[in-house]
């Protein structure tokens, strides 16, 4: 047989109690996705500027190493391609947009030197944004690290 207090108090919570926790939790994970949003979307900035760079330094490379000239085109907001040695391939990029589109960076033979003018490439995911630009007549890549 069981037995109840004398007082009618039983241990455990009330419903307020609960109902006051899970509102607490709830506020507290509210708060922790923005941040985790964020963090996922500078690292997806980050990945596509990283690739966009290093495509136009194979661009750049390829040039130079095959003595012919070659070409990095925006074709759309999420893809570009590339020709190097004659042979074209397309890139998408996944999470990302790349502008301006029909944006043409061409290296010419033989000594891989830029064939027009250097044109800055604004990569965005959200709200963010990088810059991937060529400098001087050599078209050294580099990211802007301001954005």
Known sequence: MRRTPLHGHTSGFTLLEMLIVLAVLGIILALGVGSVIGWIRST???????????DLERVRSGSLRFNRDAQFQVLSATSYQLTVNGRDSVVTLPNATLGPVGTTVTYSAPHSLLGSAP??????????SRTVRTIGLTGKVVIDASN
């Open 44 to 54: 997806q900035l980050r990945e596509a500027a990283t690739q966009v760079e290093a």
């Open 119 to 128: 044109q800055p490439l604004r990569i965005s995911v959200g709200p963010k």
